[in-house]
């Protein structure tokens, strides 16, 4: 039953990967651990966007055993599932090639504080892994070593991956990542930009947590 | 029965800011003055654009008592309310994080006028605020205190902020806010340029709003 | 009659420039003249294209006088008119702020040619003009001074103008063109770049006009 | 039969070049190549995509007879069929002036592999051609001469052509060879960046062969 309602979740947040200007075709994916069974939620393997449907999600057990459903679940799901397995509170996993995050993770700089928004959503620096294999679990290895407090990371050579209690928060986290790399993007490339201080970037963490949205949140 | 259309307006307004390209996910909001009550409609605070309807709008009052509406206001709404009483001719604010123009509140570039377009819209350079932090009314005092007669300001490390005689008024500087960053932005990457002269753009500005649209205007 | 039909081609035609990504708001716009009446069929002014019916569109004849229609025609109006009386082989104009484009009216630079497709759609450099006040007919000066042979000009710190033996065709010139600007940017960008001599842009634009779409056309 | 099968996707292939960015207007082409009559289903000329129709793509045999079909197809198919008769391995081939791509077409950059979607894809850099002219078949013959084990090429001062077993296999190569053009454009804006090392390259161009999608693959 409720692994019903995280099919239809988990689905309707990798369309919003679209949406949201994040991926194309078949690239990038969302999943979600139930908490009550543990078991994960994931998207098809090379199947594009506009054509998934709830039935098409792949559920998996931590060990990636396949629980439910007739696809191959995402080239990445052993890297989410070690995630899963190594970080208790982490129910939601987005990974997103997003191009403006991306290109940090080409040049291989972490992503600074510049702007009260990623002061909010982020608390600090976004750090950046080692480069890893794909279709492995090292992308998770280096996930669970170097992300520390952060909900997002920037995967060298790669993309990025964000975690959080919830699919929907990794989405956010996903998105507001993106919209950030852009906009620092562009001021870089003018003139040289200094990260706001570490005390102003906590503060406005610690507010933006105890205020926004229609329910306090304990993040 | 007014408060009702405001709504519907207020409504429309936000869900515009999706489509002109200015928001992503829950950041910015537009709100409106209604003339008669001096209540505020405004977004509520975290909710996805695509989720809004006429009945999830907040109405407050200008001290940010909920007058009606189930959700918690906008996280900005404080600052909203301090424009509103500080400037009584002021019936529509728009807040965002529009990428180009975040680029120059982030490296702390007031936005010069470079075209006829944002002569005719902004009429002068559109201002730069100190920091402020996010949550109380500090940034509606920054806007008070450095918009002079712009009808745009840049919010330090942090946004964009529009006033105007209506949201619709709000709502369209903005959008010409971004697209002026956008072209500006991709100017200065390719070489070193010049705004047009004061009085250039002082004519432009007075020719524009002596002509531009179906009714005389005298904002 | 057959302004009945212009009427529903340039109201399509204002709205494709929008779903071409080359305008926002109200900014922009598409005219056509009727080859029999010489009526001039244009946008409204200030009416977002989202709202755009083919009744409001204005027929006006080509010293401004409104033949039909309850609104007042663009701000540019004067500026067509003065196109089409001076040029006899025109028959639609298309003004946008794209941005691209827009960003080489800034800086001042004429768009050089450095695509087999630009060769092909533009046959040479597309020139620049002085700059010129908005609101009267100076813009359209500059144009007929300053186009020659081309069917795009940039107007400086201003945006763009198309001209065409139809709209359809400064329609298409119009999206080419912020095409163009885009790549070129992105490639000047990276390092100094070469236009293509001016024998092989030449040779491209006459292969292109003998061979391209399903009519052999002969502009 | 078949053919009808085909006409329906290529047709559905050319208008998903518009909804992954890629083209504007009526640039770009699809085209398929039918395994038993050796049929090639192209765009036709100079159509706009939103009007394209299963009905309205042409038919022509490898030497550029139509077959079927009411329209003249693509200004490209010259150089599509001179691709099919010397690659019998290709069945689907992609043409398009995407932007960020075509900029390293207008630098005359060949685009090395940055990242690891790239290198799975691509395995090796994206060769660039020298400069052709277009309208016949000179485009076909720098591609075959120097497109090697690519499935995408540069056309220098042009755009770029993908081929692949299948044209939807042609199709997502060129989706992701924008969005690494993308990214890598905007890394290179910022810093000096290394590419990957060779056998980092090849290792991931071999994993993903044998991993990713519903079906193994050995292209």
Same mark, same amino acid.
């Given at each position: 039953?409720?692994?019903?309602?995280?099919? %239809?979740?988990?689905?309707?947040?990798?369309?919003?990967?679209?949406?949201?200007?994040?991926?194309?075709?078949?690239?990038?994916?969302?999943?979600?651990?139930? /908490?009550?069974?543990?078991?994960?939620?994931?998207?098809?393997?090379?199947?594009?966007?506009?054509?998934?449907?709830?039935?098409?999600?792949?559920?998996?057990?931590?060990?990636?055993?396949?629980?439910?459903?007739?696809? %191959?679940? =995402?080239?990445?799901? @052993?890297?989410?599932?070690?995630?899963?397995?190594?970080?208790?509170?982490?129910?939601?996993?987005?990974?997103?090639?997003?191009?403006?995050?991306? =290109?940090? @993770?080409?040049?291989?700089?972490?992503?600074?504080? $510049?702007?009260?928004?990623?002061?909010?959503?982020?608390?600090?620096?976004? /750090?950046? =892994?080692?480069?890893?294999?794909?279709?492995?679990?090292?992308?998770?290895?280096?996930?669970?070593?170097?992300?520390?407090?952060?909900?997002?990371?920037?995967?060298? =050579?790669?993309?990025?991956?964000?975690?959080?209690?919830?699919?929907?928060?990794?989405?956010?986290?996903?998105?507001?990542?993106?919209?950030?790399?852009?906009?620092?993007? $562009?001021?870089?490339?003018?003139?040289?930009?200094?990260?706001? /201080?570490?005390?102003?970037?906590?503060?406005?963490?610690?507010?933006?947590?105890?205020?926004?949205?229609?329910? %306090?949140?304990?993040?």
């Amino acid at each position: 039953m409720l692994l019903e309602e995280l099919r %239809k979740t988990v689905c309707a947040q990798n369309i919003a990967l679209v949406d949201n200007g994040l991926v194309l075709w078949t690239s990038g994916n969302v999943s979600a651990r139930d /908490p009550e069974t543990n078991y994960v939620v994931i998207k098809p393997s090379g199947v594009l966007f506009d054509q998934l449907t709830p039935e098409k999600m792949v559920v998996v057990d931590l060990y990636g055993k396949v629980v439910d459903g007739d696809l %191959k679940p =995402s080239v990445d799901t @052993a890297s989410h599932l070690y995630v899963y397995r190594h970080r208790d509170d982490v129910h939601g996993i987005v990974h997103t090639h997003s191009p403006y995050a991306t =290109s940090f @993770a080409i040049t291989g700089e972490p992503l600074h504080i $510049y702007t009260t928004t990623s002061a909010a959503v982020f608390g600090g620096t976004i /750090p950046i =892994s080692d480069f890893a294999i794909i279709g492995e679990e090292e992308i998770g290895q280096e996930i669970v070593e170097k992300i520390g407090n952060s909900e997002a990371i920037l995967i060298r =050579s790669h993309g990025i991956f964000t975690i959080g209690k919830t699919s929907e928060k990794a989405l956010k986290t996903s998105v507001i990542l993106e919209e950030t790399a852009q906009s620092v993007h $562009y001021a870089m490339l003018r003139t040289k930009v200094e990260p706001l /201080p570490e005390d102003v970037v906590e503060q406005g963490y610690r507010v933006y947590n105890d205020t926004y949205g229609q329910k %306090k949140t304990t993040i």
